[in-house]
């Protein structure tokens, strides 16, 4: 059977996950690898379980704070509202309970936050944690419990209520007992192996904990400022600074009406707006930063087995998405070739993965702000019941709210909805944050690529003129023939792959890569490489040339690493960088090319085992472009990957110089000043 290009893609889908364990050199790289696959529910565990934990922790110990500084009951005098009723002083057992519970609560937080500050050990830290926040919410559920009976109220019922602090010793009783089990799976976790038993949490990762806390803590020393100056109650001050720090500004009966509240105003308002915009900021750079590129790895991964599996033999054909066919039947392809139709189909599942990552992200976020509307309008519903809110009104209110737009039409005024205000509104800032963000790289990227196409018909054509912009545009529409089998034409192989290979348009990379080098050749440094070509040794000049061109591209992509978004080669840059690291791309031997054996039970391919390891460098000799080992695969962008071999193969090359062996200093290397 002819070798198709993608036999040995396909046999090693599975064979690099199932191999033995490499030697010490591999080690790191195996555990890098294995962090990528890992599914994301570890992930979670690891890291976004103590993350949740130490942001809602604060929020919750603030919460514990307004369930203390006020009594719990109000007396309701004739005509008189529950948001207007009179003090009844709280038993010494309850305040003493209500104590203790924000004493555990405390203890636990910062027995959490000394752990991630690696200060305290992870086997003493845990269980303090745990169990204290376990037990702060225990005893909040007893309070609330002994609070709803006819034991604590006064009779006659109907002339007392509950006061707002009651209700946020509800809010947070049920936070602790969430943090605590989220930091129960975390444990589990750890003692199972899926992950060392302590937080590495990332910068933003602490700053976005560290805002937190500055925040809440902003909010109620505001709060008990105002209390003073307009002579509100704490919790009242709390609810008026949370709907002005968020800039939602429904008003109410909660403005400032002295000079001095007033005047401070200025200052407390740009302060937690600046605040809110570094949490803000801080979220998004988190998803950004670690949530996105752990997702967009699962999806990539799983991406990649399903278009292995897809594989049809008769055919010849890969299916790439459910109205995505790509033929691989190409005969008397040279290994370049064989090689470029692999990189060719991995970066369609790149791009194929990512597109999935993208919409599935804005469903889930989309979905979880409508729950945070439905449900919110729910809850004011229930709560509003003295205003007499329907459901729509309650969906009016949440839905103005939730964007800031704050007519003031309708407040919350019972002492329910107004800490379920806060702690909703709190809530809705990372919620919607994140819906932002997804829609950034969805909805609203599709807009900007269509408006600037409307524009280019209609105002500013393009330099090839309207009838080229028309057919552009439907051609992305159909993605390139959405609808039809498409084939991987390759009628040339590539050149000689030195960076700045262009390609032309039947897709072959051909070498124009003089500048390049020329760049190379003009420099003082070679001065050496000349040398050695004037006393006729044209090994010590390729080899000096070598170590020269592998230092200045080392500069060169240090300039790729931190690009946004992250920088992708051409597959003649590829080949070009491989050449470099001695794992030249016409090579056949370096390269996975196994027989099919086909699970004729399944139709499809049978699996087996990797073969070969350099022993210098430890890499596999054989691997795919669209195996578990090829670059373009992993937790690491394809910058950053060149950038680590090439610092590893300059580092051997100037080992081998100071070798004792005139042999292995005189290995010629992958490339030569006579390839110019």
């Known amino acids: 059977m002819n070798d198709p290009g993608v036999d040995g893609p396909i046999q090693e889908a599975a064979e690099d996950i199932e191999r033995n364990p490499y030697e010490e050199a591999q080690k790191q ?66 305040i003493a309970i209500n104590s203790i519970s924000l004493v555990f609560a405390l203890i636990a937080n910062m027995a959490l936050l000394l752990n991630m500050a690696r200060r305290v050990s992870f086997e003493i830290a845990q269980p303090i944690t745990i169990i204290g926040w376990l037990l702060s919410s225990a005893l909040l559920i007893a309070l609330v419990s002994v609070a709803s009976s006819s034991i604590f109220r006064i009779p006659p019922p109907e002339a007392h209520a509950l006061t707002q602090a009651f209700y946020y010793a509800i809010i947070a009783a049920v936070l602790y007992w969430i943090i605590s089990l989220l930091m129960v799976i975390t444990v589990v976790g750890a003692y199972r192996d899926h992950y060392p038993k302590e937080f590495r949490l990332t910068i933003s990762q602490r700053t976005l904990m560290l805002q937190t806390i500055s925040f809440m803590v902003y909010l109620l020393l505001g709060a008990l400022v105002y209390t003073k100056i307009e ?18 500004g429904i008003g109410g009966d909660y403005v400032p009406k002295t000079h001095l509240g007033r005047s401070l105003l200025f200052p407390y308002a740009i302060g937690g707006i600046v605040m809110l915009g570094l949490v803000i900021g801080s979220i998004r ?91 919110g309008a729910l809850v004011f519903t229930f709560s509003e019941k003295p205003q007499n809110w329907s459901y729509f009104v309650s969906l009016y209110f949440s839905y103005t709210s939730l964007l800031t737009i704050g007519y003031g039409d309708y407040t919350p005024t019972s002492n329910s909805g107004k800490p379920f205000f806060v702690f909703w509104s ?61 084939d991987f034409q390759i009628e040339k192989p590539p050149g000689m792959l030195f960076r700045g290979d262009k390609h032309h348009g039947n897709g072959a990379s051909i070498d124009t890569g003089l500048d390049r080098l020329a760049e190379h050749i003009e420099q003082e440094e070679l001065g050496e490489a000349e040398e050695a070509g004037e006393r006729g040794d044209p090994i010590e000049r390729d080899i000096h040339f070598y170590h020269f061109v592998l230092a200045r591209e080392l500069r060169q992509v240090m300039k790729d690493v931190d690009a946004a978004p992250p920088k992708q080669y051409t597959y003649s840059e590829w080949s070009y960088f491989l050449r470099l690291l001695g794992q030249d791309e016409s090579n056949a031997s370096l390269h996975r090319k196994p027989p099919i054996k086909t699970d004729r039970s399944k139709n499809r391919p049978d ?13 596999p000799r054989s691997w795919s472009w669209l195996g578990t080992r090829s670059p373009l695969m992993g937790n690491k962008t394809e910058a950053r990957w060149i950038l680590e071999r090439l610092s590893a193969t300059l580092e051997r090359e100037m080992k081998k110089m100071q070798s004792s062996d005139p042999e292995e200093r005189k290995q010629p290397p992958p490339i030569s000043m006579a390839d110019l």
């Open 285 to 375: 750079s988190l998803v950004l930063e670690r949530g996105k590129h752990k997702i967009a790895a699962r999806f990539m991964e799983k991406k990649r087995q399903s278009v292995l599996a897809s594989v049809n033999l008769d055919e010849r054909t890969i299916r790439i998405g459910f109205f995505k066919r790509v033929r691989f039947s190409q005969k008397g392809l040279s290994e370049l070739q064989r090689r470029e139709q692999e990189f060719n189909i991995m970066r369609r599942i790149q791009a194929s993965a990512e597109n999935s990552r993208r919409w599935t992200s804005l469903a889930l976020s989309t979905t979880a702000a409508l729950l945070l509307w439905f449900l």
């Open 29 to 94: 790289e195996e555990k890098e690898e294995q962090d990528f696959l890992d599914p994301g529910r570890w992930w979670f565990a690891s890291t976004a379980c103590p993350l949740i934990a130490g942001t809602f922790g604060p929020m919750a110990n603030a919460f514990s704070i307004c369930a203390l500084v006020q009594n719990w009951r109000v007396s309701l005098p004739q005509g008189v509202t529950e948001a207007h009723g009179v003090d009844i002083k709280d038993p010494h057992w309850l």
């Open 607 to 619: 699996l087996g085992k990797a073969d070969g390891i350099d022993s210098e460098s430890g890499e």
């Open 231 to 248: 002579g509100w109650r704490f919790l009242d001050a709390v609810y008026w600074a949370d709907f002005t720090l968020l800039t939602v």
């Open 426 to 486: 709190l809530l809705a800032v990372p919620t919607l944050t994140i819906l932002i963000s997804n829609m950034g790289d969805t909805v609203v990227k599709a807009f900007s690529d269509f408006t600037i196409w409307i524009g280019s018909l209609t105002v500013l054509p393009g330099e090839n003129g309207i009838t080229a912009t028309l057919k552009s545009g439907a051609k992305r529409i159909t993605a390139g023939d959405f609808f039809r089998d498409k």
